[in-house]
């Protein structure tokens, strides 16, 4: 049997169903030593310590490498933190590691082994890299996102590598491909997406000026208010009796233009929350790309954008936005669609609040980078170059993680700052702040966070060692039943004598993905050591092995192992891979 010893990282994850504690019993010299229960596990998520993504550029704009924990200070609204996890990591992945496969069991048990590879035959390369392009057909232009699409096109057909995985998605939710390789099911998806059918409101305010116009209405004095009149007398000519409506008719239209944009900003948020969920199941590196002009994010709107960085954080997934714009330039004399131009001095301002106004969607932009660790494109209409250089990660980046003081769990924003020691001439870029949690995690909560963010992740951690290899057999041609058999080194357990027995309850999850590292199934046993101090010996010598096992079809698959024990909370983890012809 050729082993294969793989381990974990320390990971702080987010939870699958809390296994309870059992009830001490009476001593019983007949009862069973080890036990096991299996249960499908239930992830969920939660904030806990605070994870902040870190980006360091020199002069040039390129990232460094080579900094310590030692070098960074975080500040939680003013307040320093000790960091209580650092990691740097750089651009290359950690790649799968092949499960060992031996002939175990009796016939009826295991009829066909797993097999070498044909001679001649390719083996089967698993993904990597996970990228998810979303489009924000909300916002586009019809010209944009055909330069966007084109871009996209090209990059995808000479960028992509063979341990890549794409998908493509709107945040309209018209168009959706899942995880693949196949580069023809990909272009197919970019035509499809087109820009939304934009509403012409008369007369036509912009969703910033609009949402200005609203924290005041009745205040003519109010700059906002006041162009907002401007352009409505200006667009429908009003003069005389008929230029005293303009108020009314302007505050009717904002209303409408603030409800539809904040539906608009709110639905976009929400896509990319889910995203950033649906990527954290990813075994490896994760890249969301945002092709968008931006948007606008109104004040009452802001707490729903922490959220899609807090998950996109916790998960190590970056997110990139790229300005399908290119080069903008805005109209040097202001702009009303359908209507006539603006006259005297009134395009001058249109023009002012069409500065603002680009301003603010631009830092949506950055802000979603910048807290995940991406980085924003921007102002350059070479598209092409923007995509090749957003679908690599960073090629240095450090997360930080500490444990708020004295956090209270009232749900409220925490503004955050990151700084150098000796950081001369280079920029830092980190997310901005955090919310607290609205209510107290147990500690079963707590075990089953850190299980499924182990699980969701591609780092190897080896606190417990652990022994992994795989087994199938087929009933049919197409169908089979993959067995994955985890060997436990008990000597790293640690054991709590309690009723003249050696106890420890190990939790064990093992989750299955597919050849694109789509999430399939997990299942979760819990295994209950009660062992003799006759025993001991023996088992600390040869440990335990848990086999799970998942009906499947043929095909490449990807396994991820998590084991975490009660007694000492430490974690293993295992990557392997199974191909079954």
């Not at 020199?58 to 933190?81: C, I, M, N, S, Y």
């Not at 969301?288 to 994010?297: A, K, N």
Request: aromatic share 6%.
């Amino acid at each position: 049997m050729r082993h294969i010893i793989i381990g974990t990282f320390v990971a702080v994850l987010a939870a699958q169903t809390p296994v309870p504690a059992p009830t001490p019993a009476p001593a019983n010299s007949n009862a069973a030593e080890v036990t096991t229960r299996e249960e499908t596990p239930v992830f969920r998520s939660r904030v806990d310590m605070v994870r902040v993504p870190v980006v360091v550029r020199d002069h040039a704009g390129k990232t460094v490498g080579g900094l310590r924990k030692e070098d960074f200070q975080v500040f939680d609204k003013g307040k320093v933190q000790q960091v209580a996890l650092f990691s740097a990591e750089g651009s290359a992945a950690p790649k799968a590691k092949a499960a060992s496969t031996e002939e175990t069991g009796t016939p009826s048990e295991l009829e066909e082994p797993s097999k070498p590879a044909e001679p001649g035959k390719a083996p089967t390369v698993m993904p990597t890299r996970f990228i998810a392009y979303i489009f924000d057909d909300i916002h586009l232009e019809a010209g944009d996102m055909m330069q966007a699409r084109l871009a996209a096109t090209k990059h995808m057909d000479q960028a992509m590598r063979s341990t890549d995985r794409a998908a493509i998605f709107t945040l309209s939710g018209h168009v959706s491909i899942e995880f693949t390789d196949d580069k023809a099911l990909l272009d197919a998806a970019l035509l499809k997406i087109m820009p939304g059918a934009h509403s012409h409101n008369m007369p036509p305010l912009s969703y910033y000026l609009a949402d200005q116009v609203e924290e005041d209405d009745q205040n003519t004095s109010n700059p906002a208010v006041a162009l907002a009149i401007g352009e409505t007398i200006d667009c429908f000519q009003l003069t005389g009796p008929a230029a005293a409506m303009a108020p009314e008719m302007m505050r009717g239209t904002a209303r409408q233009v603030v409800a539809e944009g904040r539906q608009q900003t709110r639905s976009a948020l929400l896509m990319l929350k889910t995203m950033a969920s649906r990527l954290a199941a990813m075994p490896g590196d994760r890249n969301i790309i945002l092709v968008s002009p931006g948007f606008y994010l109104p004040n009452d709107l802001r707490a729903d954008m922490a959220q899609v960085i807090e998950r996109a954080a916790r998960s190590g997934v970056i997110i990139n936005t790229l300005d399908a714009r290119g080069l903008y330039v805005p109209n040097p004399v202001g702009d009303l669609p359908g209507c006539p131009p603006p006259s005297g001095t009134l395009g001058e301002q249109i023009v002012r609040y069409e500065r603002f106004e680009d301003i603010a969607k631009g830092l949506t932009l950055d802000e979603l980078a910048d807290g995940t660790g991406g980085t924003p494109f921007r102002n350059n209409n070479d598209l092409f170059a923007g995509f090749n250089s957003l679908a690599a990660p960073p090629e240095y980046i450090y997360y930080l993680g500490f444990y708020p003081q004295n956090l209270k769990p009232d749900g409220t924003y925490h503004a955050l700052k990151v700084t150098l020691a000796n950081g001369k001439g280079l920029s830092v870029k980190a997310r901005k702040g955090y919310w607290a949690p609205s209510h107290v995690e147990d500690e079963a909560a707590q075990s089953s966070r850190e299980i499924q963010e182990a699980v969701f992740s591609r780092d190897e951690v080896r606190d417990i060692p652990i022994d992994l290899h795989t087994q199938f057999f087929k009933p049919t041609d197409e169908d089979a039943k993959l067995k994955v058999i985890t060997h436990l080194d008990l000597r790293a357990v640690r054991f709590h004598k309690e009723a003249e027995r050696n106890r420890d309850d190990v939790t064990l999850v093992c989750a299955l993905f597919d050849r694109n590292g789509n999430f399939l199934k997990g299942i979760q046993k819990t295994v209950e050591m009660r062992l003799k101090d006759e025993s001991m010996p023996g088992r600390l010598r040869t440990g335990i092995s848990v086999g799970t096992e998942f009906d499947v079809k043929t095909g490449a698959y990807m396994i991820r192992v998590v084991v975490r024990d009660a007694g000492g909370r430490q974690i293993a983890a295992a990557n392997g891979s199974a191909e079954i012809p």
